[in-house]
C-alpha cells in the first residue's frame, strides 16, 4: 500500500504530464499553423510522451494499491511568436518539471518509501534526456541564425522524430 503522502505528490505530477501534453500540443497547432510541419511533428511527438509519463505514474498508483486523483488540467497559455522563443519556453517548461521530480524524489527518502524513490529514478534520467534534447535544438538555432533556409532543414530534421511509447512495466 502507497504511502499517503507520496499517493498525493505522485497525483499531482500525473496532472503536470497532462498539462505538458497540452502545451505541446498547443505548441504543435501553432506550428503546424505557421507551416512548419517537422517543428509541429517534434512536439505532437512530444506531447505523446507526455501522456506516457502520466500513464505509468498512473499504473504505479494503481500497482501499489492506491488511488488515482484527477484534479482540473491547466489551460496552456499559448504565446507563441517564433521557433527559438517556443523552444526557450519548453526549455524553462522542462526545467520546472525536473524541479518538480526532484521534489518528488527528495519526498520519497523522506518518507523511506524505496519502491517509490527506484520507480522515480526513470524519471530523473528522461529528464536529463528531455533537457538535453531541447537545449540541443536551441544551440543549433542560435548557432545558425533564424534565416528561413536554416527553419527549413531544421524542419526537415524534426519531422524525422517518431513516437516510441514509454509504458509501466
Ligand atoms: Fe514529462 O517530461 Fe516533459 O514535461
Known amino acids: 500500500m502507497i504511502n499517503k503522502k507520496i499517493e498525493e505528490i505522485l497525483n499531482a505530477q500525473i496532472n503536470k504530464e497532462f498539462?505538458?501534453?497540452?502545451?505541446?500540443?498547443?505548441?504543435?497547432?501553432?506550428?503546424?499553423?505557421?507551416?512548419?510541419?517537422?517543428?509541429?511533428n517534434w512536439t505532437k511527438v512530444q506531447a505523446r510522451e507526455e501522456v506516457d509519463h502520466g500513464m505509468i505514474l498512473f499504473d504505479y498508483i494503481i500497482a501499489r494499491n492506491g488511488n488515482v486523483e484527477f484534479k482540473q488540467i491547466e489551460a496552456p497559455t499559448g504565446d507563441f511568436h517564433e521557433p527559438l522563443q517556443v523552444f526557450e519556453m519548453i526549455y524553462e517548461?522542462?526545467?520546472?518539471?525536473?524541479?518538480?521530480?526532484?521534489?518528488?524524489?527528495?519526498?520519497?527518502?523522506?518518507?523511506?518509501?524505496?519502491?517509490?524513490?527506484?520507480?522515480?529514478?526513470?524519471?530523473?534520467?528522461?529528464?536529463?534526456?528531455?533537457?538535453?534534447?531541447?537545449?540541443?535544438?536551441?544551440k543549433k538555432m542560435k548557432m545558425f541564425g533564424s534565416e528561413k533556409s536554416v527553419l527549413y532543414h531544421l524542419d526537415l530534421e524534426l519531422a524525422k522524430r517518431e513516437y516510441r511509447q514509454h509504458k509501466y512495466s
Open 19 to 40: 498539462y505538458s501534453a497540452y502545451l505541446y500540443l498547443a505548441m504543435s497547432a501553432y506550428f503546424d499553423e505557421v507551416g512548419l510541419q517537422g517543428f509541429s
Open 93 to 138: 517548461h522542462e526545467k520546472s518539471v525536473t524541479a518538480s521530480i526532484d521534489v518528488v524524489a527528495g519526498m520519497t527518502e523522506d518518507e523511506c518509501d524505496l519502491a517509490t524513490r527506484n520507480f522515480i529514478d526513470w524519471y530523473i534520467a528522461e529528464q536529463v534526456e528531455e533537457e538535453k534534447n531541447v537545449y540541443e535544438i536551441i
